[in-house]
Each structure stands twice: as structure tokens, then as C-alpha cells.
């Protein structure tokens, strides 16, 4: 009779108890015992992480049969396949193996094929044996078992698209699916960092969202991106400025706005210090959005008050209900985006 | 006929140009030139950074002479009290000794005593003699003046309490104001790091504000620091836990809680690592306010994906619309409140 485990699964941490998964040093692998709550899926691959597998490889001098043994003895030890050295994991693709009764209200059926959104890290995972490892994209197909948890975010592979054009959007589907919970018909938007992977498909959603009557600005480094921006559907506008420099690319956002300051702003710049530059445009009352894993928390909050800015600042969680349909979503909508998608990210 | 500067105060960067006043090596300090949109002060005295401030005493040797001379020096150089190692600045107190015409809707009079909210790190200043320095807290009393940008935050104070209360209440405003906005009847709200200054003043509000149906739980390192917040008025219940241990405290917290999940939390603990802790209580839809400055950007927004919580982080603005009168309310309200701060804080 199978039991049913924590939603974090905090019941299969091994060593140091009171910890959860990720933060472990040891979890359990055992596919044997059954949970209410617990997803079991068949593992296809493993896309590792590009942090993580750089590290093992160089340490096995790029030997397959080195580093075939490196990933057997981390998840033979761990029990899950997290790089001791970078703490990172990576993600992997499966079908649907068992259901606990729990979360038959889930809308999957043995045998669906699954990304899983959450990282290896966290992940209890069981390699029978290594089928092939692919040197230049980070990949590793293995025969095995990996568990989901109940709070484990997952998307089905659609049927419509390429494998690899699904997880490349997927792999930023938050923001995307933030913007469009955020931006109202009529909204003025900036986007910091528009002409990369989630600042397309954030702009994308922006002017879906906000229009007819809103307006969705994009700030680029390049007159060349902007262009391909307003042809792509990502933005309604652009400006060429450096968001390092913010009074530079305030006086830019502001003037393409018609002097007026922004509803929202968006961050997806990755690049560290843009703090002021997406805070000084925004008007009081507003929002900032910062999705760039390059945001300091305490530049943004210091920043802020140094300018007095009532501006409501949140921290761009990677996840959010639906960011999966919603990000696949524009992927279906615009062939312009596949297009750029399929040349550029896979 | 005196012209309007920049909002922000950038018509008085001498270099770097295209930066702003705080990440500025110079700004003017000239008081003889009046801008349409800044106020003037007589600068009565100015509370050094503590950070600063050691690093003055300690290359000085603690020598009044010495720490008279570099202080000047520093103000002389860069127009603004910005200590050149820790790049910290502090406040002022000072009375109002012109308005620009501009700003003449703000309240203010000739002679009102306010304190600046914005830091010494980004205000021209300029001193013409040094009258005082107490070593023991951190304070020099001037003779000089200083200049407000229309930006710029301040508040009036009050006659109903010492300075020193004020001060120590407004220095932590952000985080009960924006509690009061936050927090709606029948809320159910975590706070951690419940028992510091920040903690009591936005407990007291998220009570007020959750009343009479709402539940506010301290969490706290003490079982006497949860009586203590109850008798405030501070907390409804508490639990004693540790943050760093996000699995205990999460079923802490959940037991405090009839075993739901929480609206909001609230985190002013003041060590790193705590912002699982924060997370894992909070229901889907929820919020997670972040005032501690220790929290990191990546791991809240990595971790609420982990665990796949759609939640609402917020980086928590020093600065939200009447944040000072909001918080200075409390102290007045609560005799209770009052007595702490004075015996501890001041």
C-alpha cells in the first residue's frame, strides 16, 4: 500500500535531515516503493547543465568512457545528479511511468512525453546504464527512473514542434508568461534587454497584452535588432541605449514614450548594474519586473529609495501557472518567432 | 531668475557625466545658484553611516583634529559626505531655508526641522564649519547647507517625540508602510525575523490591518521574544524556529497556522539563506515581501521554481508614499511600542 510523501519531498532526503532536496547531500533513489504523490518517469535524457558538464569534462579530459563513469558515481552517491563541485543539475525528458492516485487530477497518462522544470538538482534519479553521451550539447541519453514530486513543475512535449524548439523557449517560460499576466490593454511597457531569448517572447506578449492602445518599447544595443524586433511583433518601438548608463537611456525611454514615464518596466538584461535603468523610467505607483538572474537585490532596493521611486519591484520567479502553455503558445502563433527560434537557440 | 533642474538631481554631476548624483566622484555643492525644483537646508547636523564612520574614526586614530580635517576633505572633494572607501553616506537634520517654486505644494515652510531620507551619498553639501563630532554615535553637529532634489525624500519632525525616536523608527519605515498597503482583513501573515526593529513595527501593521479576523504569526529565535511581540501587539501567536531551516520552520508554521498555508510572509531576518524559509508557507497566488537586505536575488527566484510556487516576491523599497507618517503613527498609538524604542533603539 503506498503512502503518501511530502509535497517538497522532503521524505526521500537522506542526509542532512531538514533540508530539502536541492540543498541535500544524499537522496533516495528507490523506485520500488511507491508514493500517493509522486510522479515516476522512464528517462529518455538528460540535458545537463552547461556549468555542470563543462566541469566534467574537463576533469575526465573528454574521455566518454571517464565521464560515463563520473555520472554514474554522482547519482550512484547522491542519488540524484547534482555536480558536487557547481551544485548544478540540468533537466530531463521522459514518459510517464506511474501516477500516484494523488495526481490522477493532473491530465497525464502513462506513457506521455515530459520536460521536467525543475532542476536534476532536486531531482531522485536511478541510471540502469548510459546509452550515448553527446559531447556538444551537454546531452546524455540513459536508460533509468527519475521522480517527480507533487510541487515538481513539468511540461508535455508537444506534438506540433520540434523537441528542441519547445525547451529552448521553455527554458525562459516565466517571463513570457509573467508579461502577460502583468501588462493591461493600454499599459506603456519597457524592456530592457529585448533582443535576447526571454526579452522576445516578453515583448511579444507585452503587445499582445497591451494593445491596441498601449505602447511596448524596446531598448536595444543594436538599430539593427530594434528593426527585427518591430518585424518580429516584440515591441511597438525601440530605442538604441546601454542600461548601464541610466540617465542616458532615461531620457531615450522617456522621449519615445511622449515625455510620459512607464506603466511597467521589464529587465531581462543580463548584464550586472541595470538596476537604475529599469527603476528611473517607471512611474510612481508602477511595476518593475526584473527577470535577469544578474539583479542585486539590494542595488534595486537601495536604488529605489535613493530616487524615491513608490515603484512595486518583483523578483521574476521562473515559475508561474501556465508558463508552459503560454510560452508554447506564441511559438504556434508566430511563425516569425519559430523562424528566429529554430536559426538562432537550437 | 532660477532655472528647474533635473528630477533626479543629474545637473549637478561634474563627473562622470551620464551617471547619477550617488555614482558620482563629484557633484556641485553650489548654494549661491537656486534651481526651480530644490530645496536648501541648514544642515544642523549629520548622522554618519555607521560603516563609514568606523572607517573615519579608525584611520584617524580616533582623533577629533584628524576626523574634522578628513570629513572636510571629503565634503571639499566630492560635494557630498561619500565616504570614498565604503562608498556609504548616511542623513541629515536640518531646518528648510528655501523652496523652489516649484515644490511649493509640498508643505513644507521656512524653518520646518526635517530629516533627509535619501542618503548623504547621493546630497550636495557644503560645510562651513565643523561644530561637534560625537564619537560615540556616529553624529557630526555643522554649520552648512544642503540641497534636496525634487526626488528626494525627507520628513518633517515631529513635536510630539524626541528626535532620536523618530529616527530610529523612520530609519526602518519602508517595511511597515508597505505592510500596512499589503496586509487586508482576514489575512492570514508569517513575519520572520519577527523580534527586530523591522519586524515589530510591520507586525504591529499587519495586525491592525488583518483585524479582526486575520492571524499574524511571529516567527522568532526565543520563546521570551514571542511573549514580548504578543504583548506589543505585535503578533497574534508565534513560533519559535530558526530560518536558516526551511523544512522545520515551514511545519512550524503550518501547525500556527490550522495547517494553511499563508497570504503573505514577511521576511526581516537579517541572515543569509532564510528565503525558503519565506517561500514554502506561502500559498499559490500568495505574496513573499523581502525587506532584509540580506536576501539574494537568484536564490528567491531559483527557489520558488524549485519547489514550483507561483508567488508574488517583492524586493522590498526602502520608500513607498507616506512611509514616514505611517510608521511614526505606531509610535504614537502605542505607548508600548514607544518604551522599547527608547530603551532599545535609541
Known amino acids: 500500500m503506498a503512502e503518501k510523501g511530502n509535497k517538497y519531498g522532503t521524505h526521500r532526503v537522506v542526509e542532512p535531515q531538514g533540508v530539502l532536496t536541492q540543498a541535500a ?16 518517469c522512464d528517462v529518455i535524457s538528460l540535458n545537463i547543465d552547461s556549468a555542470s558538464f563543462t566541469q566534467i569534462k574537463e576533469t575526465c579530459g573528454k574521455d566518454p568512457q571517464k565521464i560515463e563513469e563520473m555520472i554514474l558515481g554522482i547519482v550512484g552517491e547522491r542519488g540524484k545528479m547534482q555536480n558536487p563541485v557547481t551544485g548544478s543539475g540540468g ?8 501516477i500516484g492516485k494523488d495526481l490522477k487530477d493532473r491530465g497525464l497518462k502513462i506513457g506521455d512525453k515530459i520536460a521536467s522544470l525543475v532542476s536534476l538538482s532536486l531531482t531522485p534519479l536511478k541510471i540502469e546504464r548510459i546509452k550515448k553521451i553527446h559531447m556538444d550539447i551537454d546531452k546524455v541519453d540513459i536508460e533509468g527512473k527519475a521522480v517527480l514530486f507533487e510541487s515538481a513543475i513539468y511540461a508535455k512535449l508537444p506534438d506540433d514542434m520540434s523537441e528542441a524548439l519547445a525547451l529552448a523557449a521553455l527554458d525562459v517560460a516565466g517571463a513570457p508568461a509573467q508579461t502577460a499576466k502583468l501588462v493591461k490593454p493600454g499599459d506603456s511597457v519597457l524592456i530592457l534587454g529585448a533582443g535576447g531569448k526571454s526579452g522576445i517572447l516578453s515583448g511579444f506578449e507585452a ?6 492602445t498601449g505602447s511596448v518599447i524596446a531598448s536595444v544595443r543594436r538599430e539593427s535588432q530594434g528593426k527585427e524586433l518591430i518585424e518580429l511583433g516584440s515591441c511597438t518601438d525601440y530605442i538604441v541605449a546601454d542600461a548601464t548608463q541610466p540617465v542616458d537611456l532615461l531620457e531615450k525611454a522617456l522621449e519615445a514614450n511622449g515625455g510620459n514615464e512607464y506603466d511597467i518596466s521589464i529587465s531581462c ?12 523610467p517607471v512611474r510612481n505607483g508602477g511595476i518593475v519586473y526584473f527577470f535577469s538572474m544578474a539583479t542585486s537585490f539590494t542595488r534595486a532596493a537601495l536604488g529605489a529609495e535613493g530616487v524615491g521611486k513608490d515603484v512595486t519591484m518583483l523578483v521574476g520567479n521562473g515559475y508561474t501557472k501556465d508558463h508552459a502553455e503560454i510560452t508554447l503558445r506564441e511559438l504556434r502563433e508566430s511563425e516569425k518567432i519559430r523562424n ?3 536559426a538562432k537557440y537550437i
Do not use: H, W
Not at 533537466?91 to 506511474?98: D, R, W
Not at 538584461?269 to 528611473?280: S, Y
Open 269 to 280: 538584461v543580463n548584464v550586472e548594474a541595470c538596476e537604475m535603468a529599469a527603476i528611473l
Open 207 to 212: 503587445v499582445k497584452r497591451a494593445s491596441p
Open 25 to 40: 547531500q544524499r537522496i533516495s533513489n528507490d523506485m520500488a516503493k511507491l508514493y500517493t504523490n509522486e510522479i515516476i
Open 91 to 98: 533537466m530531463f525528458i521522459g514518459t510517464v511511468a506511474y
Open 340 to 342: 528566429l527560434f529554430n
